[in-house]
């Protein structure tokens, strides 16, 4: 398995545990990514996008392969780091910066991206040192090992059917959640967790260190 991390403009919480996660993985930047690199300790080997938001003085001190990219472009410079990353052989990739921010329409678009490149089959995890998200995919169940107390939620693209939730306060089997319902927000985990979803698009989003910041 070829792992990469995808450092994006997102706030991200250099934890300990993040750096040690990341510190194996080979790494491309988006923009202004390329900012959470060396409190992460990491040196990207790619740096792409149109760098329209990129500090001005770590951009001219970077010696870092880059790509320039046009600003009216049909794809997010998230999306161009992922797909880049993938070109570079990655069957596992790690999105750093993807959950918070100043801009609500890129923490969605990079959702949607999680969820469209875990569909071909890529291996999606987002971190960003204070929570941890994992696309759900339809027949397979995914068991993520969470500490007593840790809240999660299920963030729903699509209505959902057969879901199914072991390990927590409030178990669901197999049940069928409508895309309006907010069923699946804010559970709480007595332990490690299990997940189960028969058809639908989610993502299972858990606070592993929310007291970080």
Request: charged share 20%.
């Amino acid at each position: 398995m070829t792992e990469f991390a995808v450092l994006l403009a997102g706030e991200i919480a250099p934890t300990e545990r993040l750096k040690a996660r990341l510190q194996p993985c080979r790494v491309v930047a988006a923009d202004a990514g390329i900012d959470h690199a060396h409190a992460l300790g990491l040196k990207p080997e790619l740096w792409l996008g149109d760098f329209d938001s990129a500090e001005t003085s770590i951009r001219s001190a970077s010696a870092i392969e880059t790509r320039s990219y046009p600003t009216g472009k049909d794809k997010t410079d998230g999306e161009l780091a992922i797909e880049a990353a993938i070109e570079r052989g990655a069957t596992s990739i790690i999105i750093a910066g993807a959950l918070g921010g100043p801009r609500s329409d890129h923490a969605f678009s990079n959702l949607v991206l999680a969820l469209r490149y875990a569909e071909q089959g890529i291996a999606i995890e987002l971190d960003d040192g204070r929570e941890r998200g994992w696309p759900l995919q339809p027949g397979n169940r995914l068991e993520i090992d969470l500490k007593l107390g840790t809240q999660f939620s299920i963030l729903k693209f699509s209505d959902v059917t057969g879901l199914m939730i072991t390990g927590a306060v409030y178990p669901l089997d197999n049940v069928a959640v409508p895309f309006a319902s907010i069923l699946t927000q804010s559970n709480e985990a007595t332990g490690p967790i299990s997940v189960f979803m028969a058809e639908g698009h989610a993502i299972l989003l858990a606070q592993v260190d929310p007291a970080v910041r």
